[in-house]
């Protein structure tokens, strides 16, 4: 292979293909988005009408984490040995069938096991459309569309919320129509994945060279042949190998940086209007404050999107987390602030905690090799929502035990937690081709590289 070989597809131009590859693979976040969101908005009525102690509260809101910890390293491995595009659509069917089946739960424990094979479901769709997205994209395109699947989770929660005031007034039934209807978009996704093109660079790494090249001439045009995809290092690497080899740095800090941007946000979001109602923000008013704080984190991503080429992956991880933290510590020092000032620190959490949230899709997919990326992105999205599930889990306790301050100060030394764990480890993958930033020796050399295990 010449030494411009690789650049015919790692310099191709944006077409048809990836964006609808992008539209379509950002399903997942959105379901996820919809599905941990509609449950803060149907709480209000199931803790009533079931009499839901604190405890099982924290346990349904956590339910669908504890399912995407399952189902993000479980899809992970299966779409590493099976292939990225035959997993497509068979997770979002399971979607349908058990959010439907959420209609007629009659008591906590029931809901509380459709929500963990919900949540199974929504976490194996993470490692198997990222991945596929990342193997097909060009590197000037890899983040800003593995990021802006990130921006479809925020639209997802956005609509949740707007869906939830509105099922409110459909009386008592109301929170079963909500957690039902996540099957109609989820039915929609999987009529627009069908006929999907699997990875060419998993054929290739599988020795199906016939069948990469076959994709590979239908995506990037007929001169376009297996010579063309360039040749990744090999590390000698499987799952298990991960947290021994060079790979395991990379590993621990994804894991940490990932729950560290997720266990406040999510605890946010499965609780976002019990968390406004303590802060004097109540009724409809704490749901549509919630809606309009889900719109300000989609903002933040989008604001991220464009930044993250200019600005680096390293400085814009580091500066989200600091300035986010800041945003929660003041919310924890002032809890019994005017109503405009929370809406105002709210928002500015939302806006500027973007950074952090695009880079989870980003970071895992460029610093993993193909025959590992899947399982690579499912065990740190596993192990990112053990904290993520602990958090959501705590959170009505620490609401009842600590107050509105306490809980909001523990989140922002979280966030302040990830600030420091990135400045020591983050590493800078911008401009590198995927072969490149997947390899422990790159050509060229990230700023900073995170320490090895």
């Known amino acids: 292979m010449t030494a411009n070989a690789g650049n015919r597809l790692d310099d191709a131009p944006l077409s048809r293909f990836h964006k609808k590859l992008a539209l379509y693979s950002s399903g997942g ?65 399971a979607i349908i069938a058990c959010s439907a089946a959420q209609f007629w739960a009659t008591d906590p424990m029931w809901l509380f096991v459709l929500r963990l094979l919900i949540g199974m479901a929504v976490g194996a769709d993470y490692p198997i459309a990222t991945s596929l997205l990342a193997e097909f994209t ?18 997802g929660a956005a609509v949740a919320y707007v869906v939830g005031e509105v099922l409110l007034t459909v009386g008592d039934d109301g929170w079963r129509w909500m957690l039902a209807s996540a099957a109609l978009p989820a039915a929609i996704i999987v009529l627009l994945r069908l006929g999907t093109p699997e990875s060419p660079r998993w054929l290739a790494n599988k020795g199906r060279t016939e069948e990469a090249e076959a994709v590979l001439k ?15 290092e090999r590390e000698n690497v499987n799952l298990k190998a991960i947290m021994r080899s060079g ?32 802060l004097n923000l109540e009724g409809s008013l704490a749901n549509i404050g919630s809606a309009l704080i889900t719109v300000m984190f989609l903002i933040g991503c989008v604001i991220a999107l464009f930044g993250v080429n200019r600005m680096g992956r390293r400085p814009l991880v580091i500066h989200s987390f600091i300035w986010s933290g ?41 610093l993993f090799p193909t025959e590992v990326r899947g399982s690579a992105v ?76």
Do not use: K
């Open 29 to 93: 976040p959105f379901l996820d988005g919809y599905v941990l969101s509609i449950i803060g908005v149907a709480m209000v009525q199931i803790t009533p009408q079931q009499n839901l102690s604190d405890s099982v509260q924290g346990l349904i809101g956590a339910s669908a984490l504890i399912g995407i910890f399952l189902g993000a390293f479980a899809g992970g491995y299966l779409t590493d040995r099976f292939g990225r595009q035959v997993l497509y659509t068979i997770d979002l069917i």
């Open 138 to 155: 060009p590197r000037r395109y890899r983040g800003p569309l593995l990021g802006g699947l990130v921006v479809m989770w925020f639209v």
């Open 218 to 232: 239908r995506v990037f045009g007929p001169d376009v042949t297996i010579a063309d995809l360039p040749a990744e």
């Open 247 to 278: 790979y395991g740095g990379r590993m621990l800090y994804i894991s940490v940086f990932w729950t560290c941007s997720i266990v406040p946000l999510f605890a946010i979001y499965a609780f976002g209007p019990t968390i406004l109602g303590a």
């Open 326 to 366: 800041l945003a929660l510590l003041l919310l924890g020092i002032f809890p019994n602030a005017p109503s405009v000032v929370i809406m105002t620190l709210f928002a500015l959490y939302a806006v500027i905690i973007g950074g952090t949230q695009i880079l989870q899709w980003i970071y895992p997919n460029e």
């Open 378 to 453: 499912g065990l740190a999205s596993s192990a990112s929502r053990i904290g993520a599930a602990v958090g959501t889990y705590l959170v009505p306790l620490a609401l009842t035990g600590w107050g509105i301050g306490g809980t909001m100060l523990a989140a922002a030394a979280i966030s302040l937690i990830g600030a420091v764990v990135s400045a020591r480890w983050a590493p800078e993958t911008r401009g590198l081709a995927l072969h490149e930033s997947a390899a422990l020796t790159p050509r060229t050399e990230p700023a900073v590289r995170p320490s090895t295990a």
